[in-house]
């Protein structure tokens, strides 16, 4: 049952995966054209600028047609396995299969004409190939996402995803070329000359896709949502309205970048558009990465229109992120355990009070641990409190609360053994992986901070954060009783909103603090602002958990 | 020569981090395809009948791809036949004649746009009048 789990979630992990390979490879495409112009006669571009392009589209075919053909057998796994056998030929007839192998070839066709365009940037023939190739790519999509399965406007619904899809992968594509070309411009006169060309330049492009993705994404926003209650009161709508609110960060980071062009174009000033721009564009990639994470996460999710009756209303939103007082006190072990067989049951469900009290402890003394973490951790920006750059060590007591009360039934608790426990039951596996990562995490990030022999180790709290978020928006919960569990889940979201929000502002805080030593533009106030915001999103983390209560279910 | 922004050391910590992390969350609950109609609300089975329990799905589901069980008391899973109903997300559920008692039907259905669902209906079937 864990490994089916797990294959699950894993299938839906890859859905997020296959959406940035696929923006990589059509977005590289449309920079060669549009910035790169290499359709013009004797493009500008260097050689080596273009065989750097080329380098991401090929490594965005790899990685598409490895993911695609891992979700090909990923899925096979999870029907064998909840099937208890598997229907090859049912498997093979289906849909989803043909769409997916045809972009897994594609995918492989692609990869040898970028092979060979590395060899040959300047060949139109194999620039037309590839364009050729992406065609089909694009529009096999159409048969991958919620539409194929509706019953009304099937087709036009089949078609706006697409384009939404086309649109955003123009973005990210051309955000990650970028990236590319900035790293590439520390080393190589060719880049650093295009660098500020490039940004004017996709400036075009990014409204383009970023107009075109409103254009598409507002009917199928109203057509799968429908309601303000929908978009506030189910799991799809809350998504739909997570991943509005970090467009809005990642257009205010364009924003930024392309004002730098504006000013490079008209004095020729390129202070910002060196070191501050570029890591703008990283933490733009944070936003844009957990944006295609919700985007597959979505196609997994029930549309709210089809679940009316289901939906919460407003106030029994509110109401989880209430003010109200944390949990202090817990329920026995032996009350637990007692009202475990009634609440796991299929017939005769009995909802257990204890279970629910139990997990309401458990959140609330993690938000404890959270919201002090971070007051202290907002100290350590004054020189006053040294002592206050201890804060992770916070982490570390997190991670022993959670190896007590992650599971009653088990030791040190319960009776359960450790070994016996940890390797025989999926769910205490996980929690005692989380419990782990908790412990590390606190040693790790205290180290980074306290030693400067271990400084490259300051980026691992930002991109763990980043992961640990993107992994809370796509553990969506939806199943059984979808009402209460998406009210859980409201939470979830929110949190892996602010989680991805912790990521970018330290990240930012760290890359600007870095330039400031470099360059001495005044960009660690920048960077301490960031970073401040980081810190308070993770506050508003710990004070969700302060008040989190579980529906009795 | 710059340094990479990122250690390699740094890199393969993070790499051990995020597989940890995926294991950890691992476990995910699954919904597209759900019930938006269901003969038991209009029509509750009738003791010692055997009944055909209709399901309208709001997406077109995979047949051959797709199980339904029929649970009685103390969890114990009896398969049951399905069929293709006539309107659009229809399916058809041959339940055999049940006594009196409480019940559930577990489906595992998998919807046309690749996504597996899983999900319980309760019932209760009453004494004969």
């Known amino acids: ?553 | 020569m710059h340094q990479p922004i990122v250690s390699r050391r740094t890199k393969l910590v993070a790499l051990l981090f995020s597989a940890c992390m995926l294991l950890a969350y691992g476990e995910r609950p699954w919904a597209h395809a759900v019930v938006t109609e269901s003969s038991l609300t209009k029509n509750p089975i009738q003791p010692n009948h055997a009944t055909t329990v209709v399901l309208f799905f709001n997406s077109n589901v995979e047949l051959p791809l797709s199980r339904v069980f029929l649970v009685s008391k103390g969890d114990v899973y009896h398969p049951v036949q399905i069929e293709k109903g006539k309107k659009q997300g229809e399916v058809r559920i041959q339940v055999p004649a049940l006594d009196p008692g409480d019940y559930a039907l577990k489906y595992k259905v998998f919807a046309a746009d690749g996504h597996f669902t899983e999900n319980v209906i309760r019932f209760h079937v009453s004494e004969p009048r």
């Not at chain 1, 060669?32 to 013009?40: K, P, T, Y």
């Not at chain 1, 498997?91 to 970028?114: E, K, M, W």
């Not at chain 1, 590319?180 to 080393?187: A, D, G, P, T």
Request: glycine share 8%; with cysteine.
């Open chain 1, 1 to 553: 049952m864990y490994m089916q789990g797990l294959a699950n979630f894993i299938d839906d992990f890859l859905g997020g995966l296959i959406l940035i390979s696929y923006a990589l490879v059509v977005g590289s495409l449309l920079w060669s054209a549009f910035i790169l112009r290499v359709w013009s006669p004797g493009f500008a571009a260097h050689e080596s600028v273009v065989r750097r392009a080329v380098a991401l589209l090929r490594a965005g075919a790899i990685a598409l047609a490895v993911t695609q053909g891992l979700k090909l057998v990923i899925k096979a796994v999870v029907l064998a396995s909840v099937l208890g056998e598997f229907p090859a030929d049912a498997y093979i007839g289906t849909v989803q299969f043909q769409a997916g192998l045809i972009r897994l070839l594609l995918s492989l066709g692609l990869i040898f004409v970028a092979g060979q365009l590395q060899q040959t940037p300047d060949k139109p023939s194999s620039w037309n190939l590839a364009a050729i190739l992406i065609v089909p790519l694009v529009i096999a999509g159409a048969w991958l996402v919620h539409g194929v399965g509706r019953f009304e406007d099937r087709e036009q619904l089949m078609i706006l995803t697409v384009l939404h899809q086309f649109a955003a992968a123009v973005w990210f594509g051309g955000v990650a070329q970028l990236l590319s070309l900035w790293y590439m411009s520390r080393q190589s006169q060719e880049a650093k000359t295009l660098w500020p060309v490039a940004i004017t330049r996709f400036a075009l492009l990014g409204v383009s896709s970023v107009v075109l993705l409103l254009l598409t994404g507002l009917p199928l926003a109203w057509t799968y949502v429908g309601s303000w209650d929908g978009l506030l009161g189910t799991g799809y709508g809350s998504l739909v309205f997570t991943k509005i609110l970090l467009l809005m960060v990642a257009l205010g980071f364009a924003y930024l970048n392309n004002r730098a062009g504006r000013l490079w174009l008209e004095r020729r000033q390129t202070e910002g558009l060196d070191n501050k721009v570029p890591h703008y564009i990283e933490a733009e990639t944070f936003i844009l990465v957990g944006t295609l994470f919700i985007a597959a996460t979505l196609s997994s999710q029930p549309p709210s229109v089809d679940i009316k009756e289901l939906t919460a209303t407003v106030s029994e939103v509110t109401e989880m992120f209430a003010p109200r007082m944390p949990r202090l006190t817990s329920p026995t072990h032996e009350q637990l355990l007692a009202g475990e067989p009634g609440r796991v049951a299929v017939v005769d469900k009995v909802p257990s009070p204890a279970a629910t009290e139990w997990s309401d402890y458990n959140h609330n003394m993690s938000g404890i641990f959270l919201t002090v973490m971070a007051l202290v951790a907002m100290l350590s920006y004054s020189k006053r409190f040294e002592w206050a750059r201890y804060w992770p060590l916070g982490f570390v007591g997190l991670s022993i609360f959670l190896f007590f009360r992650s599971d009653a039934e088990t030791w040190p608790l319960g009776p359960i053994g450790f070994w016996e426990s940890t390797f025989g039951n999926g769910e205490v596996f996980q929690h005692r992986i989380a419990t782990l990562l908790a412990f590390a995490l606190g040693v790790l990030e205290m180290r980074a901070r306290t030693n400067r022999n271990a400084r490259q180790l300051r980026y691992l709290f930002p991109i763990l954060c980043a992961f640990g978020g993107i992994l809370l928006l796509t553990h969506a919960h939806a199943e059984f009783e979808l009402k209460s569990e998406y009210l859980i889940q409201s939470t979830h979201t929110a949190m892996g909103l602010l989680a991805v929000i912790v990521a970018s502002g330290r990240w930012l805080e760290l890359r600007l603090a870095e330039t400031d030593e470099r360059y001495a533009v005044g960009g660690v106030l920048e960077g301490k602002i960031a970073g401040f915001i980081a810190i308070l999103a993770m506050f508003l983390i710990g004070l969700i958990l302060l008040v989190y209560r579980e529906p009795l279910f």
